[in-house]
């Protein structure tokens, strides 16, 4: 059985709003130093001669190194409250900054991916653990908001790239390191909050609920059905943010300044998308979003790799606003089914997320040395079709069986 707190006074209501934006600010900047390497793939990929399959390895060191310790981390924090870790984690970023600025071959790369990826690792599952208690019940709400900040930030990158990494060079980085040095601050702030909130909560009275009387089949399907939906989302997603740039250059002869410009619509579209996400589904339901998010997707996948450069875009922002909208949802949605075991669940949704992610764009490197870019994005089209699978999940009625008179 599991607690939950009395509703806060309207005072402590707002008090909670600014630490979910401190959050939401923080992965902002998370997020858009965790995105200086692959905006700088253009410029290292002529720099050290890589090869599109090494690019996907870059990707796959940073995200794979995210997946394998965010469930780990969200658990240590479930079992006793690490209210500084958070801040940790933005010195564990910075220091791979240094070393992504400094870096001088493949290898050195690889070193700095891993180190970046490590520091998201331990941000992720605290900073949405703590969206979650700021959130005053609006759960859907509060987890777009803290989402929002990063899909910002990561949109943010390829302008750093267009104005200030490409045209400065790989040695540009190192002004990012102000960057880290804000999110320290701010994430030290939302420390003291948490050591404070964590201070009131032993002295509330608690109201206990049930658990959702799911049997542990069930609740196998449900995960591995989430799984397979995070992957259709975030192969195309994390897909076309390593090769966005170069399906534009290869297809329409862009350079690669300008290619970034049409990436950073793409990425606007994406927490655009998040943002709407996260309430539409506190009002209509987590499952009806999830629903339209993967298979709505599906017909703007399928045209995008056929068209003109202008409907090419048009396409691919319709694809961020839409095939992003789930993933707040999702999270949520995850957490319901294990109640008690936020920073677990949330460590497991962003892990795999970003694991899964990252092994796809690796394949997707290694098809593209092979056959091209073209031919990768006509085969990825059909990943959001996996959204059929929406009809296995657990309905609301079944998580949640005390609202069945409702």
């Not at 200086?36 to 410029?43: G, V």
């Not at 870790?85 to 600025?101: F, K, R, T, Y």
């Not at 089949?217 to 076309?240: P, W």
């Not at 990436?263 to 579209?269: H, P």
Request: aromatic residues 12%; positive net charge; glycine residues 10%.
């Amino acid at each position: 059985m599991t607690t939950i707190t009395a509703a806060p006074a309207p005072d402590a209501q707002r008090a909670a709003l600014s630490i979910i934006l401190a959050v939401s600010g923080a992965h902002f900047l998370n997020d858009l130093l965790q995105f200086l390497l692959p905006a700088l793939y253009p410029l290292l990929k002529e720099n050290y001669g890589l090869s599109y399959l090494q690019i996907g390895l870059l990707t796959l060191g940073q995200q794979i190194t995210a997946c394998l310790l965010q469930p780990a981390f969200g658990l240590s924090g479930d079992l006793k409250p690490k209210p500084y870790w958070l801040a940790l984690s933005m010195v564990i970023v910075a220091a791979g900054v240094a070393m992504l600025a400094a870096a001088s071959g493949f290898w050195l790369l690889f070193f700095a991916a891993v180190v970046l990826g490590t520091g998201s690792a331990l941000f992720h599952p605290e900073a949405s653990r703590v969206a979650r208690m700021a959130s005053g019940g609006r759960l859907g709400f509060a987890q777009s908001l803290f989402q929002v900040g990063g899909n910002a930030g990561t949109a943010l990158g390829p302008l750093a790239a267009a104005l200030i990494l490409l045209p400065m060079g790989q040695s540009s980085v190192f002004w990012f390191l102000i960057v880290a040095a804000l999110g320290l601050l701010l994430m030290t702030h939302v420390g003291r909050w948490f050591v404070d909130h964590q201070r009131q909560l032993a002295l509330r009275p608690t109201i206990p609920v049930s658990k959702p009387a799911l049997s542990r089949q069930r609740l196998t399907v449900a995960f591995v059905v989430i799984g397979a939906l995070l992957l259709s989302k975030f192969i195309y997603i994390e897909g076309l943010k390593s090769y966005y740039a170069f399906f534009l250059i290869e297809k329409f002869a862009l350079s690669a300044q300008e290619a970034q410009f049409f990436l950073f619509a793409f990425l606007g579209s994406v927490a655009a998308g998040t943002f709407i996400g996260g309430p539409v589904g506190d009002r209509y339901g987590r499952l009806t979003v999830i629903w339209v998010s993967i298979l709505g997707a599906l017909p703007f996948t399928l045209a995008l790799p056929y068209l003109d450069l202008f409907w090419t875009c048009a396409m691919s922002i319709m694809v961020g606003l839409i095939l992003s909208s789930a993933f707040s949802a999702m999270v949520v949605y995850a957490q319901e089914l294990v109640p008690g075991k936020v920073g677990m669940v949330a460590g497991f949704v962003f892990g795999f997320a970003f694991g899964i992610g990252a092994l796809g764009a690796a394949v997707m490197g290694a098809l593209a040395d092979w056959i091209g870019m073209i031919a990768v994005f006509q085969i990825c089209a059909f990943l959001p079709a996996l959204g059929i699978l929406t009809v296995l999940l657990p309905k609301t009625a079944e998580l949640h069986p005390e609202r069945k008179q409702a």
